[in-house]
């Protein structure tokens, strides 16, 4: 199906401003009528976008994941540095959004997983293939570190493994980073990312 300019325009406003509100308030708090109220666009076109709330949850996670994943490939491709620097500030950038709003940050896998896998299989597929394209990610990154020396990992321990632990590691700090409203859990996180990875504390 062809779609206008308008059309990618509307549908666009509508996941960004569903994505703002539920990351502070969470998918069953923001209803249909007060994303549209603040996006301005009349209620009938919702339907024209999303077959329902639960199809707009899933668009907004993949459209949130699939930016999500272009930063990270981004981050981990930087220029002048090794391996190692580049895990370093993305673990650094993780810390500095998660501590905004109180601690309460904006990611959505944060603040939606344990909401919505119950709610919707649609959903809990999106954060699945989201999260999943994450720690791939972070595998790679830790085999070529390996591979150039910037980082070492046990030698009973593997890459993905290895990159699975981190990506709950940081995870549970952020959660606990919100029931706390405070950054220490970070600190923790960092220390054991450090030591994990042998490298030095950031």
Not at 12 to 17: P, Q
Not at 138 to 149: K, N, T
């Amino acid at each position: 199906m062809n779609t206008s300019p308008h059309t990618v325009d509307v549908r666009d406003t509508i996941l960004a401003t569903g994505q703002r509100l539920m990351a502070g308030r969470g998918f069953s708090a923001v209803g249909l009528n007060e994303i549209l109220a603040a996006a301005s666009v009349p209620k009938g076109s919702f339907y024209h976008y999303f077959g329902s709330k639960d199809a707009f949850g899933e668009a907004m996670l993949r459209n949130y994941f699939d930016d999500y994943l272009a930063e990270l490939d981004a981050t981990l491709a930087a220029p002048g540095l090794n391996m190692a620097g580049r895990l370093v500030n993305y673990w650094k950038g993780w810390q500095a959004t998660q501590s905004l709003l109180d601690c309460q940050g904006k990611c959505l896998a944060v603040k939606m997983a344990a909401e919505v896998a119950d709610l919707s299989e649609a959903m809990r597929l999106a954060i699945k293939d989201g999260t999943d394209g994450i720690v791939a990610r972070l595998a790679r990154a830790i085999e070529a570190g390996v591979a150039e020396g910037s980082l070492r990992i046990g030698a009973d321990s593997d890459a993905v493994g290895t990159a699975a632990s981190l990506y709950q590691l940081w995870l549970g700090a952020s959660v606990m980073a919100k029931i706390g409203r405070q950054a220490a859990p970070f600190a923790v996180a960092s220390a054991t990312t450090a030591q994990l990875l042998h490298i030095r504390t950031f």
